[in-house]
């Protein structure tokens, strides 16, 4: 059974940074894109930032360009985004996202994690 589980979150400062983890379990890692994604009250939730499978592409929201890194480790099945010079506005619900389309079938094939709350306050 698939299984991404977030962790990391929590209450920072303004200019303050964190770091998430996610942790896949169940699914042949290294064949998945991974992402993070967010969502603040009242909003949709919107990309952060995605790394290919083998890890050698990356691209960010304009929001977060400069601050944030994704990282990934096909070894361990983890991927983590550190965050850095934190703002209010990064407060959400940030969540874990694996990604894959098959490649005879095109099925694909994807999972969320339970989210991990990051709350910047000024």
């Known amino acids: 059974q698939a299984q991404l589980a977030e962790s990391g979150g929590g209450l920072v400062q303004s200019g303050g940074s964190l770091r998430l983890s996610c942790a896949a379990s169940?699914?042949?890692?290294?064949?998945?894109?991974m992402s993070w994604y967010r969502q603040a009250p009242g909003t949709e939730r919107e990309l952060v930032a995605r790394?290919?499978?083998?890890?050698?592409?990356?691209n960010y929201t304009e929001a977060v360009k400069g601050r944030f890194t994704i990282s990934r480790d096909n070894a361990k099945n983890t991927v983590t985004l550190q965050m850095s010079s934190l703002k209010p506005e990064d407060t959400a619900v940030y969540y874990c996202?694996?990604?894959?389309?098959?490649?005879?079938?095109?099925?694909?094939?994807?999972?969320w994690g339970q989210g991990t709350q990051v709350i910047v306050s000024s």
């Open positions: 996202h694996a990604y894959r389309t098959r490649i005879v079938s095109r099925f694909v094939d994807e999972y």
């Open positions: 169940g699914i042949t890692f290294y064949t998945y894109d």
């Open positions: 790394i290919s499978s083998r890890g050698g592409l990356t």
